[in-house]
């Protein structure tokens, strides 16, 4: 299943029940409940529906668009490519998610924001390393990032990692920030 997690959007979100009901090792402990079946029922539908993602093109820069929430981080590789019907559209490579560790869940926001491009850099390595791409985060307060001085000591370290980039960090308000932030969240039910 983790090799799929690529090419399912919101998986870490989606797989929450099935991972917290799999880190006890006690059987005793095993419940299988409405929110694990949930899960298991939308992982098995997002598997047989035809995904909407491109392949690279090295030719064009790419677009790195990153969140970060209470539970989770989100990463989506995207380009923008002109179609065959001569319009520049923006185009998926690849969805990245994960959950936060207990002790992550403790970072500031602007840290959880930080890890976020640090673990979408590192997990989209291959494609943007040697080559200029933008970054793209809800958190205005990254831009200066690089500029700068008084960081603490995570936050400076992470810096450092992400100087090896040839990164342009640009800000995008969370409302404009759909993708991404739906990625890094639980998916909330609302009643219409």
Sequence with gaps: MLYYRRFII???TITEPLIVLTRHSDLKSFQWSEACQNSFETLRQRLIEAPIISYPRFDQPFILQLDASDVG???ILAQKVIDHDGKTREHVIGYASCTLSAS??????????CLAIVDGCNYYRPYIEETRFTAITDHKALKWLHSTKDLNSRLARWAIQIATYDIDIQHRPGC??????ALSRYPIDVNV
């Design 10 to 12: 919101n998986y870490a």
């Design 73 to 75: 981080l989100s990463a």
């Design 104 to 113: 992550e869940r403790k970072y500031s926001p602007t840290e959880r924001e």
């Design 176 to 181: 404009e920030n759909g993708p991404p932030d």
